[in-house]
């Protein structure tokens, strides 16, 4: 708020999402040129407010701007998650003392946009190492919500969000696993898609966790201003086609587990009546029980924290090679001499006293896939999950990162972690035609299907799109 008791915020995008930006270019109407100079001139407004772009690619932008291009996503702009690699661009996770790492060539997934005609224009901070939900750092700082300045854009795609939410890109790439792309785009009021783990290639991309179990929980996928952009660019990301669905054909899933903690009214209003829609063409919702919810959420806390902290020590060792230390750290904590933001200075402690025998691990290992199967087999390939996305609108400065390991955290995150754990695509849906009136923000809506349901999920999403804009 500032002095009168207003709210801060940036110029909310009201432009056209990327279809259309298509559409435009095809008539002739604009230019990817003309496009780029937006874009690039909220970028400039936003470097000083929100804080979201860590590197700004002015020149390359206007190069591709006047070239020509084919493909899916010819002449649009798009922006990308630090820690998802541009070639010879360096990737800091936000970390003050990790070594940089460098790749020789692009992340698989920007060769699949950019081979679809799309070109970067932005670089989009995140929290140190992508671990928490509010995108702050030792080295880039905070990024605010344009929505609202003194609110959170979430994490870990938090820039991401903040970028596609203010016009300063036609899209943007973010990468989840437990909730980064939809928790942020819930705050920022956008559209963001977690795929299923194995459907987009995550080579080129930080962290590196093939052969660990937590691969299996991670997804790159989409960030947009509509669920018809979140379909395209999937389609390109993946190399497939989301093929057409009648959504009445469709069967709605609804489980009290995911939705009994909503303390938002807006939250609660856009929910109901996404649901009543929803079951006006699908006929009455089916109500399930997600077996081992609480579960399942503490097997995700367990997992990343075995896997995790070898690989975080290991990445903070500096580039004098010195073992990072964290009695040192806190020592350091102590006299305003940190290396790692706070939130990872917790992590760290938390998982050395929490740490689970390999006896525990393999027994929640054992249960996750179990209960993965039992999901797929309820869903099938026409069935989809109905929740919110998180239970209040998007939180003040660090509210969420502390809420990380107590009960207000579950409450919080529960619904999305559990997608993760499951390995299920699940996509949040803004709710404009919801939005709270004293704080501006809005609230999302969240779908998930099985593996292999994409065609029935899209379908529904379109279909409350329609009635929470």
């Known amino acids: 708020m500032d002095f009168y008791g207003r709210i801060q915020h940036m110029p909310i995008s009201t432009d056209p999402d990327a279809t259309q930006l298509l559409h435009d270019f095809q008539k002739g109407s604009l230019s990817s040129g003309a496009h780029v100079e937006t874009c690039l001139a909220r970028l400039e407004e936003g470097a000083g407010r929100i804080n979201a772009a860590t590197e700004i690619l002015r020149d390359e ?15 649009l702009a798009f922006s990308v998650k630090e820690t998802i690699g541009l070639a010879h661009r360096p990737i800091t996770a936000g970390s003050v003392r990790m070594p940089p790492l460098t790749f020789a060539q692009d992340s698989a997934v920007v060769q699949r946009v950019k081979e679809a005609g799309a070109f970067p224009i932005a670089r989009s901070n995140v929290p140190e190492f992508a671990m928490c939900y509010d995108t702050d750092n030792l080295r880039f700082g905070r990024t ?14 938090g820039g991401e969000a903040a970028l596609v939410a203010s016009g300063a890109c036609a899209f943007g790439i973010g990468s989840d696993i437990g909730g980064s792309i939809r928790y942020p785009a819930h705050c920022c009021g956008i559209v963001g898609f977690k795929p299923a783990s194995e ?5 080129g991309a930080f962290p590196e966790l093939e052969g660990s179990f937590c691969r299996s929980m991670l997804a790159i996928g989409p960030l947009t201003r509509s669920v018809r952009d979140a379909r395209l660019v999937y389609e390109v990301m993946s190399g497939t086609r989301v093929a057409p669905f009648p959504c009445a054909q469709g069967r709605v899933l ?23 829609h929803l079951e006006q063409i699908c006929g009455a919702a089916e109500q399930e029980q997600m077996p081992e ?7 995700h806390l367990d997992l990343i924290g075995a896997e995790f902290e070898p690989a975080m020590h290991r990445l903070l060792k500096n580039a004098q090679g010195e073992e990072f230390s964290l009695m040192r750290e806190t020592l350091g904590a102590i006299t305003g001499r940190r290396q790692v933001s706070p939130f990872v200075f917790m992590q760290l402690w938390g998982m050395r006293l929490l740490r689970r025998s390999q006896a525990s691990l393999d027994a929640t290992k054992h249960m996750v896939l179990e209960q993965r199967e039992r999901v797929r087999t309820l869903m099938g390939n026409d069935g989809f999950l109905i929740f919110p996305t998180s239970t209040e609108l998007a939180l003040s400065h660090g509210r969420a990162t502390r809420s990380i390991g107590w009960p207000a955290g579950k409450r919080l995150f529960l619904p999305m972690t559990v997608m993760n754990v ?8 803004p709710a404009p035609a919801f939005a709270d009136s004293e704080t501006g923000l809005l609230p999302g809506i969240s779908l998930a299907c099985a593996p292999g349901g994409e065609a029935a999920l899209f379908a529904a999403a379109s279909e409350i799109e329609k009635i929470l804009r």
């Open 61 to 75: 932008a206007r190069v591709a701007g006047r070239a020509e291009h084919e493909g899916a996503l010819a002449g």
């Open 254 to 276: 609804r489980d009290q587990h995911l939705e009994r903690n909503i303390r938002s009214a807006s939250v609660a209003s856009a929910f109901q009546s996404a649901c009543a």
């Open 422 to 429: 499951l390995d299920l695509p699940s996509i949040s849906i």
């Open 199 to 203: 459907a987009v290639e995550t080579t």
């Open 293 to 299: 919810a609480e579960a399942l959420y503490q097997a």
């Open 144 to 157: 605010c919500n344009p929505r609202n300045l003194d609110r959170s854009v979430g994490g870990s795609s």
